[in-house]
């Protein structure tokens, strides 16, 4: 299977270093400062420890007629449109988009072709810190790689992860899902905006309560109109007491995954989030109405 990675970051380098490792033909296509690093060192990553180098190819443009089983599409959400239409005259037939986004895919496929995307969301996080890749899977029973149900084609990814041994699931609605996602980290990442010091915001209990409060608000705007919480265990943000809520988040933003996790994306993608938050809460809005 020939898989091409689009976006060099964090989430692109990682699934890259790990498909490559399960033997997959792994191109990778970046820009920038990023492209001239790969270029030179190759892509580097942390492996237990060890700094190892992935077995992959380096493009910094892509051919109309040069076919990949699969793109994943891994960049920012206010750069998808743009990748989209860069990707539009490629003939390889699936795109998955691994990114954040209330837009409705019918959207995208009139940018890049009717039946091209699959929407995905990945289960990663970590940092680049001087061309070396620093990143890890999230546990999976916290978010493993998301693949929304569309006419098969999930099948033969959730094959690809098995063969790396990525953790994923799949959900019958891929647009719920990410919706029901937005209703919590966006007032995650808000939190970290509010706080006079970012890094410490998990010991303001003043701010945990509020974040708890905005996430049960979202969740029951959400419930109430007829959209069942995806996953499920999202409802227990409306069962358990929101100063229970209030202090597992506490716990949750001083602990190393909080760092991975929320922090350094939050801290490193404040215009995308400050976006997504627009894209939620006009969504939440309309449902009001």
């Known amino acids: 299977m ?16 790990l498909l490559s490792e399960a033997g997959v033909d792994i191109t990778v296509y ?6 001239r690093d790969l270029q030179t060192k190759g892509l580097l990553y942390n492996r237990n420890g060890r700094i190892e180098s992935a077995k992959i190819t380096v493009i910094s443009s892509l051919d109309d007629h040069d076919r990949y089983d699969c793109i994943f599409l891994t960049v920012r959400e206010d750069q998808l449109m743009t990748a989209l239409a ?33 929407p995905a969301f990945p289960g990663a996080g970590g940092s680049l810190e001087g061309g070396v890749l620093d990143a890890e899977l ?15 084609r999930e099948k033969e990814l959730a094959a ?4 790396a041994h990525i953790p994923y699931q799949i ?4 647009h719920v899902w990410q919706i029901c996602h937005l209703g919590m980290v966006v007032p995650i990442a808000d939190a970290y905006y509010e706080a006079d010091d970012a890094q410490r915001a998990g010991e303001d209990p003043l701010l945990m ?6 996430i049960r608000r979202n969740f029951r705007i959400i419930k109430d109109n007829d959209i069942k919480l995806s996953p499920v265990k999202m409802n227990i943000f409306l069962i358990l007491p929101v100063s229970t809520v209030a202090f597992i988040l506490g716990l949750i933003f001083r602990s190393e995954f909080g760092n991975r996790f929320m922090y350094q994306h939050s801290m490193k993608a404040p215009n995308e989030m400050r976006r997504l938050h627009k894209q939620l809460y006009t969504f939440l809005g309309s449902c009001r109405r």
């Open 209 to 214: 309560n509020k974040t708890a409060r905005r």
């Open 138 to 152: 999230t546990p999976r029973i916290i978010q493993p790689t998301t693949i929304g149900r569309t006419d098969g």
């Open 86 to 118: 860069e990707l539009k005259d490629n003939i390889s037939p699936t795109i998955l988009t691994m990114v954040n986004s209330l837009d409705p895919y019918e959207r995208w496929e009139e940018v890049c072709g009717s039946g091209r995307i699959l």
């Open 171 to 174: 959900v019958s609605d891929m």
């Open 30 to 35: 970046a820009r920038g400062k990023r492209l």
């Open 2 to 17: 020939r898989v091409l990675i689009y976006g060099a970051g964090v989430i692109g380098s990682l699934y890259a270093a």
């Open 160 to 163: 690809l992860f098995r063969r």
